[in-house]
């Protein structure tokens, strides 16, 4: 009997060693069944922490690289714009136009092919001697919103001045000046500075400045000193140039103020006005004295325009 209860003996130690080797390998094995569902991601959008499983030493969590200020506030950003456009749901797509993309806010006039009708009235101002009014009318068309040529004619009203009377008196004898009738011109204008101010800030008024150059022609005549001698005219060749400011009313009114600069060269009735020498017109013409003239002239105007409104063509 003893051989049989050794044998036995035996047997069950090598099964509870078979049993215990067993259970020692399922513990140190992973569980290798259905793998559990991820946690859902917490509502503020943080980034998920994973946890390193099988073929990690320990089981050592897994942060990945430093991220710097810049990353980080990246991923913020980026987290709080996938947030905002959950709450908000799908986004609606609107076809997009260059008229949606306003880089310079539109002139409120356009003169480009317009015509402008322009009635104005001046007076001269460095003339100490006698003062011209003139009464005329301008009439121009602009070939762009910057450039426009055009025509011009003035009729001239004269009055002596102060000092005509004083010289007289004091040197008894008349000074010599001439009177202009009138004169006509073709002119041509260039816009360079546009712009806006305010009225106790309340409303925008819209000006521009250009400048005028042109040449034309007019008529002087002579003031005789002595009513018994006849006078004589002299016909003019005259450029100008000048500078003005315009206002915008509406669309078919401006108000425009300048100076004007009428450049020739005049004759004057000569200092001897004797009855054997100067007695004709003719012949104090032939013997008349000449000079430069500058005639500054400052005007005011009111334009019309023609057609009274515009249309854009452009984009803004």
């Not at 001697?129 to 910057?146: A, C, I």
């Amino acid at each position: 009997m003893k051989p049989l209860r050794m044998r036995v003996f035996h047997r069950s130690v090598v099964f509870l060693l078979g049993l215990a080797l067993v259970a020692g390998t399922a513990l140190a094995q992973p569980n290798k069944g259905k793998t559990p569902a991820p946690a859902p991601a917490p509502a503020g959008g943080e980034p998920e922490i994973e946890i390193e499983g099988e073929g990690s030493a320990g089981g050592e969590i897994d942060m990945g690289t430093d991220p710097g200020p810049g990353d980080l506030n990246a991923d913020l950003n980026a987290a709080e714009q996938n947030n905002a456009a959950v709450k908000a749901g799908p986004l609606k797509r609107t076809p997009l136009s260059w008229k949606d993309i306003l880089v310079v806010v539109r002139k409120p006039f356009l003169k480009s092919r317009r015509t402008e009708l322009l009635p104005m009235v001046g007076t001269t101002m460095n003339d100490n001697m006698v003062r011209h009014y003139t009464v005329g009318g301008q009439l121009s068309y602009y070939l762009t919103d910057v450039l426009a040529i055009g025509v011009e004619g003035q009729y001239y009203v004269h009055s002596f001045r102060e000092p005509f009377d004083l010289v007289a008196r004091q040197a008894r004898r008349l000074p010599t000046v001439n009177q202009y009738n009138w004169s006509a011109a073709l002119n041509f204008h260039y816009v360079p500075v546009y712009g806006k101010f305010a009225i106790f800030d309340k409303k925008l008024i819209t000006w521009e400045a250009f400048f005028t150059a042109g040449i034309g022609a007019g008529q002087s005549e002579v003031v005789p000193r002595d009513t018994k001698f006849p006078g004589f005219t002299n016909l003019l060749i005259i450029p100008n140039v000048g500078v003005s400011m315009r206002f915008f009313l509406a669309k078919w009114l401006t108000v425009s103020v300048g100076i004007r600069d009428y450049v020739f060269y005049d004759k004057f009735e000569p200092t001897d006005r004797s009855p054997t020498m100067n007695a004709t017109a003719d012949q104090a013409k032939d013997n008349s004295t000449g000079s430069l003239i500058n005639n500054v002239m400052f005007q005011v105007g009111v334009s019309f325009w023609l057609p009274t409104s515009f249309e854009y063509t452009t984009f803004r």
